[in-house]
T-cell receptor, first 115, second 112 residues
Framework: DSGVTQTPKHLITATGQRVTLRCSPR?????VYWYQQSLDQGLQFLIQ???????AKGNILERFSAQQFPDLHSELNLSSLELGDSALYFC??????????????FGPGTRLTVT | GDSVTQMEGPVTLSEEAFLTINCTYT??????LFWYVQYPGEGLQLLLK?????DKGSNKGFEATYRKETTSFHLEKGSVQVSDSAVYFC???????????FGTGTRLTVIP
């Protein structure tokens, strides 16, 4: 158990809908990262937050957004969902923002299925 | 840009066989290198890491050596078990950077 929790474990929704994925980092970790794992794109970095502020952006679509709250949990919001958004979404946390290398500890993931 | 290339899978081995999963990288400077493992239905777990050239990371019988001259970080295990069946990901991280770059993953199946 990495100490990173994600909810829900599975999510099934229809095209055009909006969903929110939640992540709680390991105790004491200030950074949260979101990754998308899909069959065609592999594991891709989406976005990072550090102590409540956006720190880095990767291949994140404009339909997707995230935030990190004062208690350090993070939410990834996916809107206007398309079939191609079906994937496993992982959250990871690490102690620092950058300047590492600091290992990233991954949660179990949320499997999103868009029908 | 940075990239990680892993050997194509899937790899199927008999129990107690020797395992090698190749990983090469392209990056400027001196990144840190990682192997993550994903067991069926689970998230990614850090298996081992190396932060500088010639470092050897090891864990649970797995080893990988950071080879700067060949830009490689091949994963090896002398005797695999059925419980090692999983997908293995090679990844790199630059000091000062924020995200891991992952390879495509290699699925390993170990049969009794």
């Amino acid at each position: 158990d990495s100490g990173v929790t994600q909810t829900p474990k599975h999510l099934i929704t229809a095209t055009g809908q909006r969903v929110t994925l939640r992540c709680s980092p390991r105790s004491g970790d200030l950074s949260v990262y979101w990754y998308q794992q899909s069959l065609d794109q592999g594991l891709q970095f989406l976005i990072q937050y550090y102590n409540g502020e956006e720190r880095a952006k990767g291949n994140i679509l404009e339909r997707f957004s995230a935030q990190q709250f004062p208690d350090l949990h993070s939410e990834l919001n996916l809107s206007s969902l398309e079939l191609g958004d079906s994937a496993l979404y992982f959250c990871a946390s690490s102690p620092r923002g950058a300047g590492g290398p600091y290992e990233q500890y991954f949660g179990p993931g949320t499997r999103l299925t868009v029908t | 840009g940075d990239s990680v290339t892993q050997m194509e899978g899937p790899v199927t081995l008999s129990e107690e066989a020797f395992l090698t999963i190749n990983c090469t990288y392209t990056a400027t400077g001196y990144p840190s290198l990682f192997w993550y493992v994903q067991y069926p239905g689970e998230g990614l777990q850090l298996l081992l890491k190396a932060t500088k050239a010639d470092d050897k990371g090891s864990n649970k019988g797995f080893e990988a050596t950071y080879r700067k001259e060949t830009t490689s970080f091949h994963l090896e295990k002398g005797s695999v078990q059925v419980s090692d069946s999983a997908v293995y990901f090679c990844a790199l991280l630059h000091a000062g950077a924020n995200n891991l770059f992952f390879g495509t993953g290699t699925r390993l199946t170990v049969i009794p």
